[in-house]
């Protein structure tokens, strides 16, 4: 069967993240743009993963938990987990690893902390959007080791991607999926980065509701299971 996915979700979680951008908007929004599967990555952190997961708890749509890290490097990249808890130990691991810069409500806006009933329960002090001292190599090892997939995210950007921080994507990091945001750079980026090596996956990294992908790109899936789309974008599944 065909999944329509978007793996590249902030929450007002994110500083960047509209306020709107809470679990139940995110999961009614996906819904009606006839999304199966999404995953819930905002920056550094897990902590509104849980309420959007139990949001679309009896809807269909399966929701992914997952981040998008800062590495050393200023690289970002998608990290997606099978279950809560293995998301939230990564959690720790970035929390422990940023630094401890507290974050500016005039310049970055609140991280909102919500329920599954969008009801803000707390909000996060420590800015989120900065680099952790975690590498590149440190970051994949560490979802591996938690049964997770990493990404490199949005390749095709000109700030914090691999491509535009290091030049290039090294078979050394074992990455096999991709992301490239705009599907209009795939031929651009294929000479000079030998594309056919991975998997390549476009998604919105929605930070409004509008920005949530249509029901436009699609994974192969034999059954629509967080453990089976975690194997396809680690390259385990053709």
Not at 107 to 118: K, L, P, S, V
Not at 177 to 206: C, Q, W
Request: proline share 3%; glycine share 6%; charged share 25%.
């Amino acid at each position: 069967m065909k999944a329509a996915y978007d793996f590249h979700i902030h929450t007002a979680l994110s500083p960047c993240g509209d306020g709107d951008m809470t679990p139940n908007n995110i999961v009614n929004m996906a819904i009606l743009k006839g999304l199966d599967v999404i995953a819930i990555t905002d920056h550094n952190t897990c902590l509104n993963a849980a309420a959007c997961i139990e949001c679309a708890e009896g809807t269909g749509l399966v929701v992914l938990p997952g981040m998008e890290v800062e590495t050393s490097e200023e690289c970002h990249l998608v990290c997606l987990f099978e279950d809560i808890a293995s998301a939230m130990e990564m959690d720790k691991l970035v929390k422990s690893s940023l630094p401890r810069i507290k974050n500016r409500t005039d310049i970055f806006g609140h991280q909102a902390i919500m329920d599954r009933d969008d009801n803000i329960v707390g909000y996060e002090e420590n800015m989120l959007v900065t680099a952790t001292s975690l590498s590149i190599d440190q970051v994949a090892e560490a979802v591996r080791n938690l049964g997770g997939a990493v990404f490199p995210a949005h390749i095709d950007k000109t700030s914090y991607s691999i491509v535009s921080n290091l030049g290039f994507i090294d078979d050394c990091y074992g990455f096999k999926t991709v992301e490239i945001k705009n599907p209009d750079k795939v031929a651009e980026m294929d000479t000079p980065h030998n594309l056919s090596r991975f998997r390549i996956i476009h998604n919105s990294d929605a930070h409004y509701l509008w920005d949530i992908s249509e029901r436009q790109y699609f994974l192969d899936v034999e059954a629509l299971t967080k453990r089976q789309i975690i194997d396809i974008i680690k390259g385990q599944f053709c």
